[in-house]
């Protein structure tokens, strides 16, 4: 600044001396007016290329300019570096926060003083039904109309949560939602949203089984007490206390059976999957299957009659398959048991062992029985569901045969299929991966 002022002195006095010289005092002043306006001119003029830099904020397009004006504009473009620096800094953090919260299984929505929605994530939009441009800056109530929500949100304190329906993509499919809001900053509000279908879902299967077992243990436990009440307090004769004594026996067993099952459901869930360092051969183990079969389809009928249904095994393939033989041995033994139950006498079960792909090992059983219809089909692995309660009792069944066998074969990689049409027999299927299958040893 100060060598600026210099040169303006410079060359005032140079001006002043030629004017002088030539035209007097008057001339003087003149040439002295005209230096210092002309001066002030430029200095305005770079003053102004300055000034529209600035507003135009292009850091990369900063006027070349001399002296003390090339010092400012280098001195303020550093510093808008700088502050550009700054600004990107914060926009990628802001940005990190933003994907992480995007990446957040919960809804996240972000509510001004006035209950508008200035943001949200995708999850937020999907569970309560908004999009997050078109309505932003929407009041969240008249976004989100449910009755239960609109109570919640005009309470002074929201120290709990509600649980309200959420959007659902399918009619047949109901969406439960946990809503809370939070409050922070100068009057904002946080809604955190959460999908709680699975946990209420869970729940009534919880208390679904609970009912059931119960009621699947009081009947026997009725029918023993009866029994007992009835050796104790009447004078009975000896064929009629054997008579009574193995009705209590059939019971016995029946509870028995029913909490053996309940046990070994609660081992497979509770136990890592078997690895694939055990060979179990196949043919053996179908054999065993075979033979239980025939003694429980003797069972339904006379003692000197034998079985009365037909078992068909197929030629079983000198193969191994890598699992625990007792899983095994029971997933399989429930589905030829259950189609020795549900086929009429003089029916026909067959079991084989086949290859149908270079991806899948497949154990079936095809039974001539009744035949189920199809809107029973997706629900039959379900834990104590019956197509017919009345009859499966008859049968012995407990409703968790095939509830073990999906467990069984899917902690063996594989699937359970069902095929079925009612008057033409059922096809159970074990679905195993080809990588289980081992070489004969």
Known sequence: MATHLLSLIFLSLVAAVTAWWHGGATGACAAVALISWLWIAQQLWRARRLEGWLRAGKVEDAPALKGLWRDLSDRMRRLLQQRDKQVQLHMDRL???????????????????????EWCNDTAAQHLGIDPQRDQLQHVVHMVRDPVFSR???????????????????????????????PYGDG??????????????????????????????????????????????????????????????????????????????????????PGKGEPVALAPLTQQVHDDALALSALQGSESSGPVHTLVMAPVPEWCLAGSRHE????????????????????????????????????????????????????????????????????????????????????????????????RGSTFMLSFPVSRLLPAA
């Open 95 to 117: 940005q990190f926060f933003l994907q992480a919260i995007q990446a957040s299984p919960n809804g996240v929505t972000l509510l001004d003083s006035q209950g508008r929605i």
């Open 152 to 182: 919640y949100f005009a309470q002074d304190q929201h120290q709990g949560e509600v649980v309200i329906e959420g959007r659902s993509p399918s009619l047949t499919q109901s969406i439960k939602l946990s809503v809370q809001l939070h």
């Open 188 to 273: 904002q509000q946080l809604l955190l949203t959460r999908d709680i279908t699975s946990v209420l879902q869970a729940e009534v299967m919880r208390r679904d089984f609970v009912a059931n077992v119960s009621h699947e243990i009081r009947t026997p436990l009725t029918v023993l007490s009866g029994f007992v009440e009835t050796l104790q307090n009447l004078p009975l004769g000896h064929d009629e206390q054997q008579h009574y004594l193995a009705l209590m026996a059939v019971q016995a067993s029946r509870m028995q059976t029913l909490v053996s099952d309940l046990l070994i459901l609660s081992q497979l869930e509770g136990s890592p999957p």
């Open 328 to 423: 095994l041995l029971s997933a399989m033994s429930n589905l030829v048991n259950n189609a020795v139950r549900y086929t009429p006498a003089g029916g026909t079960i067959r079991m084989a062992w086949s290859q149908p792909d270079d991806e899948h090992v497949v154990f079936s059983v095809q039974d001539t029985g009744p035949g189920i219809a199809a809107e029973h089909l997706p629900r039959l692995s379900e834990r104590f569901y019956r197509v017919d309660r009345s009859r499966s009792r008859e049968t012995g069944g407990t409703g968790l045969g095939l509830a073990i066998t999906k467990h069984v074969v899917q902690r063996h990689g594989g699937q359970l299929r069902i095929e079925s049409e009612p008057g």
